[in-house]
């Protein structure tokens, strides 16, 4: 689905961008099996999901971002042994760094900035 929103670049296309973004995870969904239960702290992942859209939409972020960001995030669950206590730390650098490829500059807060969103830890 397409941003309706102008882009913020001349000549950046980010509707385009967020398509192919969709469609490389749609192929690698297909083929790699994600078992999301399996996920370690899958209980609290739906909590940290809600908490990567809700910043998203405070720093007016695009789709593309907040959806690279889960990615990164579901990635990160997958592959790194995390405490509870680091889940946010975690999340609010998959958001900056989704961020810091799919936004400009500009629009990208501090690192410092990001955390005061959380108040958790």
């Given at each position: 689905?397409?941003?309706?929103?102008?882009?913020?670049?001349?000549?950046?296309?980010?509707?385009?961008?967020?398509?192919?973004?969709?469609?490389?995870?749609?192929?690698?969904?297909?083929?790699?099996?994600?078992?999301?239960?399996?996920?370690?702290?899958a209980d609290?992942?739906?909590?940290?999901?809600?908490?990567?859209?809700?910043?998203?939409?405070?720093?007016?972020?695009?789709?593309?971002?907040?959806?690279?960001?889960?990615?990164?995030?579901?990635?990160?669950?997958?592959?790194i042994a995390?405490?509870?206590?680091?889940?946010?730390?975690?999340?609010?650098?998959?958001?900056?760094?989704?961020?810091?490829?799919?936004?400009?500059?500009?629009?990208?807060?501090?690192?410092?900035?990001?955390?005061?969103?959380?108040?958790?830890?």
């Amino acid at each position: 689905m397409a941003d309706p929103r102008p882009s913020r670049l001349p000549g950046l296309q980010t509707p385009v961008l967020s398509h192919d973004l969709h469609a490389n995870l749609r192929r690698r969904e297909e083929r790699q099996c994600y078992d999301v239960q399996a996920m370690q702290h899958a209980d609290l992942r739906v909590q940290l999901v809600k908490w990567i859209t809700i910043v998203c939409e405070h720093f007016v972020y695009f789709p593309v971002t907040r959806d690279a960001a889960i990615f990164y995030f579901d990635h990160a669950l997958r592959q790194i042994a995390l405490d509870p206590s680091e889940l946010y730390l975690a999340a609010s650098a998959a958001i900056v760094l989704s961020a810091k490829y799919n936004e400009i500059e500009e629009v990208v807060p501090p690192f410092d900035e990001l955390l005061a969103c959380c108040n958790h830890g």
